[in-house]
């Protein structure tokens, strides 16, 4: 891997070209560059862009799972929504580049995305977490929890490009609780 990054990171950044061009228009040469190797060295530790899509969306789901887990220990009810919006709120604002692949699936809505892949991972845990499914009966609150999952993608995507992770945290979780219907103000973190 390359000096500078861990493997978490190098996936990060790999995942946000992908979202950023599409599988398709990224070549080895965009991605090895983002990572700081040469196309030799970042082809010896995955094999081919198609492994290093995989292996970052098995990253976005493997920490998908770990935030569900984490959320569903509360009980259902706006204690959870808040669990789980602080907890997507903080995952979104350190690794955006799998928050944009994965979040390419809000305007979709779990259908096959422009490169015909599914990139799902990281919407069915929150829709399950919040208690709704894409065919639910209860269309306000689906609404809501998709409203929730692309505020927080575009929100937390504004605040690392701004350099502001800190300052927009409690606003954007304020913001994502608003969308469930629980009116908050935010305030400092402790």
């Known amino acids: 891997m390359a000096r500078t990054l861990t493997e978490d990171q190098l996936l990060d950044r790999v995942a946000g070209l992908f979202a950023q061009h599409g599988f398709d228009h990224t070549s080895l040469k965009d991605l090895a560059d983002a990572v700081g190797l040469s196309k030799a060295g970042l082809l010896h530790h995955y094999p081919s862009k198609e492994a290093l899509f995989e292996a970052a969306r098995a990253v976005g789901r493997e920490y998908s799972r770990e935030l569900f887990e ?3 220990r509360v009980p259902a009810g706006p ?3 808040r669990r789980a919006v ?3 709120v903080d995952f979104a604002l350190d690794r955006p580049g799998l928050v944009a692949l994965e979040s390419r699936v809000i305007s979709h809505l779990g259908a096959e995305d422009p490169d015909g892949r599914r990139l799902d991972a990281l919407a069915q845990h ?3 977490v919040f208690g ?3 065919d639910s009966p209860d269309t306000e609150r689906l609404v809501r929890v998709i409203g ?4 927080l993608a575009v929100l937390s995507l504004a605040a690392n ?3 502001e992770k800190t300052a927009w945290r ?3 979780i304020a913001t994502c609780l608003d969308a469930l219907g629980h009116r908050e103000t935010p305030h400092p973190e402790a």
């Open 70 to 72: 984490q959320a569903m």
């Open 79 to 81: 204690a959870r929504d």
């Open 86 to 88: 602080e907890l997507l």
């Open 126 to 128: 929150p829709l399950a």
């Open 132 to 134: 709704v499914e894409l």
């Open 148 to 151: 929730v999952l692309s505020a």
């Open 161 to 163: 490009h701004a350099g």
């Open 170 to 172: 409690p606003h954007i």
